[in-house]
C-alpha cells in the first residue's frame, strides 16, 4: 500500500509513467496529461473523466487486465499496468462486457 | 463472508448514512453499513486516502468537525462490533422478503478478484444514496476536459491536484461557489463562474434564507474567496459551446435572457481553457428506492425525489430514506435526515428529532425550497442545442434523433426514447441524459414528467454486475 510520500510508478498502454501518491488512475492519467483514453462504440470518440464520482462510466479503463474499471474510483497502486481503448477502438457494450 | 443478518442496513457514508448509522447503532440496533467508497465521507466529505493521511485537516470542507464527531462515533460502533462497515461494495439489487425485511446484493466497486461479495439482509433500510450533478447537454460537451463540476471537486479533494491549469465553471446553483473557490485554492484559474440565473430571483425568498444564516456565513466566505483571486461571478451567463478537436480548447459563452436563450451579440470567448465544469443542481440517485416500490413526487427542483413522512419512512414500510433522495437540500438537513432515520429505524417507538432540531430540520428544508426556485434550469434550455449535440453520450444518441424520435414516432418519454433512439440503454443507464431525455421528450419549455423521469431512474441492476454473480444468484439459498 503506498503512502502520500512516495511517487508511484505504473504504465500506461506500455508507456511508464509517474504519478504523485495517493491518487486514482484517472487522476494519475489526467497529470501526466493524458486527457483520453476510451474510443467509444460508434464514432471512435476520445472520452475521459467526466463526472468523477463513478456514475457516468465515461473513464473506463483496464487495469492489471481486469477491462471496464472506472478509472475515477481505481486506486492506483505502484507497478499498475493500466490500458485504454482509444488507440485499439475494441470497447465492448455493457451487455457483453464483465 | 457471504452473508449477514442485521437489524438496520444503511446504504451511503455520506452526510445522511454517516448520521443514520451512528444514530441507529447508538438506539442500540446491529447495524450494517454499505458504502461504495473506501472511507466514510460520501461525495460532500470526500478526502485523501486515510491510508496515508490518517488525520486530514478538512481545508475546503464545510461542517469538517461535524464529519469528525460523526466518524469518531461511527469507529466506536465499529470497535464494539455493533457497526459492521462494508466499504467498496455497491448494491446492484435491493429487495423485500416476502415475510419481512429487506436482501441488499452487492458487488464490488472496483473488481478485484476478492471473490464474492456479501449480502446484507436487515430487518429495516436506511437507504442514503446521495446524487450526482444534474447536466444538460451543451454543445462539445463530449470533449475531454469537459467534467461535472462535481467531478472537479471531487477530483481536488480526494487527490489533492487538479486537473488542469485554467477552468471555466458554469450552470446553476450555490455548489458552484465551492467548486471554483477550491479550484482557485488549490492553484487553478478560473476564468469565470457563469450562472444562469439573476441573482434578484432570490428577493422573494429571503425569509427563507435569513431563516438559516449559516449560509449567508458560507456565502461571505465565498465572496471573499472570489476577490481574493479575482473570480469573475458573471450572472444571466451561459456556455453557448465548447470548442476543440480532441479535447477542451475554447469556451464561448453569452448573456442569458430571462428564459435561459443567448442574447445575440454578447458575451465572448476564452482560449487555452482546460477544463470546463458544468453543474445545473443535482440528481437524486433513485433506483434504489424506485425498485423497492417507494412513492415518488416531482420536488420544485424538477427532480424526482421519494415521499417520506415525518420520521423519514417511505411508502414502504420498514423502508427509510435521507439526504439528496427525499429532496436536494445539502449536507446540514441530510444530517438531521440520517440522524432521523437512523433513530426510527432502530427503535419504531423512538422520537427521533429533538423539537429544535425538528425546527432546524424545517428551516433548512424552506431553504432548499427557496433555493431550488432562485436556481432554476433555463426554461429555454433547448435553444441551446445543435442537431449534433449527443445528448446520451454512451450510446453517441444526438438530438436529432430524440426529436425525430419524439416528432416522428411519438417518443415523448424517457421510456419510448429508449425503445426507439437507444437513449440512455448504454453503461450509465440514463443516469447522466435521464433529465434531459425527459425534458426533449416532453418537448421545448415544457418540464420532464414524473413518470418519464422514474422510467429513466428505473434500473432492473442498480449497478453493472459481473455474471458470475448473476449465476450465483440461480445457486443461493437466502
Redesign the interface.
Known amino acids: 500500500m503506498s503512502t502520500l510520500d512516495d511517487p508511484v510508478r505504473f504504465t500506461f498502454d506500455g508507456r511508464d509513467l509517474v504519478a504523485g501518491p495517493g491518487q486514482t488512475v484517472g487522476a494519475a492519467l489526467v497529470t501526466n496529461g493524458v486527457t483520453a483514453w476510451r474510443g467509444t462504440r460508434k464514432e471512435g470518440r476520445p472520452w475521459g473523466l467526466f463526472c468523477g464520482i463513478g456514475v457516468c462510466f465515461d473513464c473506463l479503463v483496464t487495469v492489471d487486465g481486469m477491462s471496464n474499471q472506472r478509472a475515477c474510483l481505481v486506486e492506483l497502486r505502484d507497478g499498475m499496468e493500466v490500458r485504454g481503448t482509444l488507440a485499439t477502438d475494441t470497447e465492448e457494450s455493457p451487455e457483453e462486457a464483465r | 463472508m457471504s452473508g449477514l443478518t442485521v437489524d438496520v442496513a444503511v446504504v451511503g457514508t455520506g452526510p445522511a448514512g454517516l448520521a443514520a448509522a451512528v444514530a441507529a447503532a447508538e438506539a442500540g440496533a446491529v447495524v450494517a453499513v454499505v458504502d461504495?467508497g473506501?472511507q466514510p465521507g460520501g461525495?460532500f466529505w470526500r478526502h485523501?486516502?486515510e491510508?496515508?493521511?490518517a488525520d486530514p485537516d478538512g481545508r475546503g470542507h464545510h461542517d469538517w468537525k461535524t464529519f469528525l464527531d460523526l466518524r469518531r462515533r461511527f469507529r466506536a460502533g465499529t470497535a464494539s462490533g455493533r457497526v459492521h462497515h462494508l466499504p467498496g461494495l455497491q448494491v446492484w439489487m435491493a429487495s423485500k422478503n416476502h415475510d419481512a425485511g429487506f436482501t441488499l446484493r452487492t458487488t464490488r466497486?472496483?473488481?478485484?478478484?476478492e471473490g464474492a461479495a456479501p449480502t446484507v439482509h436487515a430487518t429495516r433500510l436506511v437507504l442514503c444514496p446521495g446524487g450526482?450533478?444534474r447536466q444538460l447537454p451543451v454543445p462539445g460537451w463530449?470533449l475531454?476536459?469537459?467534467?461535472?463540476a462535481?467531478?472537479?471537486q471531487?477530483?481536488v479533494k480526494?487527490?489533492?491536484?487538479l486537473?488542469?491549469k485554467r477552468f471555466v465553471v458554469a450552470g446553476t446553483g450555490p455548489f458552484l461557489l465551492p467548486v471554483a473557490a477550491n479550484i482557485a485554492e488549490a492553484g487553478g484559474e478560473v476564468l469565470a463562474v457563469l450562472e444562469s440565473s439573476s441573482l434578484s430571483t432570490w428577493l422573494p425568498h429571503w425569509k427563507a434564507a435569513a431563516s438559516v444564516p449559516g449560509k449567508a456565513l458560507e456565502g461571505a466566505e465565498y465572496a471573499g474567496v472570489f476577490a481574493r483571486h479575482r473570480i469573475p461571478y458573471k450572472t444571466r451567463s451561459i456556455v453557448t459551446a465548447v470548442e476543440g478537436e480532441?479535447?477542451v480548447r475554447a469556451v464561448s459563452w453569452a448573456k442569458a435572457d430571462a428564459d435561459g436563450r443567448a442574447v445575440p451579440g454578447t458575451g465572448g470567448r476564452w482560449e487555452d481553457v482546460d477544463v470546463v465544469g458544468f453543474g445545473w443542481g443535482f440528481t437524486p440517485q433513485m433506483e434504489l428506492p424506485l425498485a423497492l416500490g417507494a412513492a415518488t413526487r416531482v420536488d420544485a427542483d424538477g427532480s424526482l425525489v421519494a415521499v417520506v413522512d415525518e420520521r423519514q419512512e417511505s411508502s414502504v414500510p420498514g423502508l427509510f430514506l435521507a439526504g439528496e433522495v427525499t429532496g436536494v437540500g445539502g449536507a446540514v438537513l441530510a444530517v438531521l435526515e440520517g440522524r432521523a432515520a437512523g433513530t426510527a429505524a432502530a427503535d419504531p417507538a423512538a422520537v427521533v428529532l429533538p423539537a429544535k432540531e425538528a425546527v432546524r430540520r424545517d428551516r433548512h428544508r424552506r431553504f432548499a425550497q427557496a433555493m431550488h426556485r432562485a436556481h432554476p434550469v433555463p426554461q429555454a434550455w433547448q435553444d441551446w442545442l445543435t442537431p449534433e449535440t449527443l445528448v446520451c453520450?454512451?450510446?453517441?444518441v444526438p438530438v436529432s434523433a430524440v426529436t425525430e424520435a419524439r416528432d416522428a414516432l411519438g417518443a415523448e418519454d424517457s421510456r419510448s426514447l429508449k425503445s426507439f433512439a437507444r437513449v440512455g440503454m448504454?453503461?450509465?443507464q440514463g443516469?447522466?441524459c435521464g433529465f434531459a431525455a425527459s425534458c426533449l421528450g416532453a418537448g421545448p419549455g415544457e418540464p420532464a414528467t414524473r413518470s418519464s423521469l422514474a422510467s429513466a431512474a428505473k434500473r432492473p441492476l442498480a449497478v453493472?454486475?459481473?455474471?458470475s454473480e448473476l449465476a450465483a444468484l440461480d445457486a443461493s439459498t437466502d
Open positions: 461504495a473506501n461525495q485523501r486516502p491510508t496515508g493521511d466497486t472496483v473488481v478485484d478478484g450526482y450533478d463530449e475531454p476536459g469537459v467534467m461535472a462535481g467531478g472537479i471531487a477530483f480526494a487527490n489533492g491536484v486537473p488542469g480532441d479535447r453520450r454512451c450510446e453517441e448504454g453503461w450509465c443516469r447522466v453493472p454486475v459481473p455474471i
